[in-house]
């Protein structure tokens, strides 16, 4: 996959490029990365990329001329790939739009700063606005690189021998269990008992378990949001018969005993 970031600050994307799994594709050849200087098309003598907004108001506004010329030199050198915005205004980011993106032969990130871009980009030059959140940023960079971070990874070959892109698959849709590393006693924390045995099918059962009580925990709504597997409803019936045994309801749970609160 080609990916060129226009930003009118390359800079930041050195340290990027250079580290980790996204360093390890570019070395790779399965992907190919650039940062483009906005500034580098400005037609003007000082390169200016800014100016103040028609009606007035505070701030200013990114100039269309750099970018376009910017985003068509860049299209030109990576025929089919996809020009976004990076933009609150944008579709927000998540695992499934990075999963689309991984399959595009190249991406066009463009990088908005100060108030946004003016609006006359919109249409043929920006096939698509992503935003990373419901936070304000003061730049497009960041999330570039979050969005160039998630999609890289997905790219078949980025995570060598790391079998991580199936994993994401088997916890799709919870979060991930515990993980524990020696030593098996710090700070008179011990590892769970279960994880030192060898016993590969409780190991598996006891992470399934991990893994469900964080998401019921911490973020309920992805529990919600599709069916349970077997597995998982097999996890749960067991946590309801233990709480039902607490509180002394097992014996009773067919039927509703008056005057035990709702439900
Ligand atoms: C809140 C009103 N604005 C500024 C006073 C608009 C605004 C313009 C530009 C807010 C932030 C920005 C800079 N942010 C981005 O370019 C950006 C972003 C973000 O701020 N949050 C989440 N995703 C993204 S993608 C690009």
Redesign the pocket.
């Known amino acids: 996959m080609q990916i060129a970031v226009l930003t009118i600050f390359p800079e930041m994307f050195d340290l990027f490029w250079s580290h980790g799994i996204v360093r390890r594709a570019i070395e790779q050849q399965i992907v190919s990365a650039a940062a483009v200087n906005i500034r580098d098309f400005a037609p003007d003598r000082h390169h200016v990329t800014d100016d103040r907004p028609y009606g007035g108001g505070c701030?200013m506004v990114m100039k269309p001329e750099p970018l376009a010329g910017a985003i068509r030199a860049a299209r030109e050198k990576a025929p089919g790939a996809r020009t976004i915005?990076?933009?609150?205004q944008?579709r927000v980011?998540a695992q499934a739009v990075a999963a689309e993106l991984a399959e595009l032969p190249g991406l066009i990130l463009v990088?908005?700063?100060?108030?946004?871009v003016d609006d006359r980009l919109y249409g043929t030059l920006i096939d698509e606005e992503?935003?990373?959140?419901?936070?304000?940023?003061?730049?497009?960079?960041?999330?570039?690189m979050v969005v160039i971070d998630a999609v890289t990874r997905l790219i078949p070959g980025a995570l060598g021998g790391e079998d991580s892109a199936e994993r994401d698959s088997f916890s799709a849709g919870r979060l991930e269990h515990a993980h524990y590393t020696r030593p098996p006693v710090f700070e008179e924390s011990e590892v769970p008992g279960v994880l030192l045995t060898g016993h590969h099918r409780n190991i598996e059962r006891w992470r399934l378990a991990s893994s469900l009580m964080r998401t019921f925990v911490n973020r309920p709504d992805l529990l919600r949001d599709r069916p349970l597997t077997d597995a998982e409803a097999a996890v749960l019936r067991g946590w309801h018969a233990d709480i039902a045994r607490l509180l002394g309801d097992d014996r009773a749970a067919a039927p509703v005993r008056p005057g035990n609160g709702q439900r």
């Open positions: 701030g915005l990076m933009t609150p944008g980011f990088c908005g700063r100060y108030e946004g992503l935003s990373i959140g419901d936070y304000v940023l003061t730049g497009g960079e960041l999330p570039a």
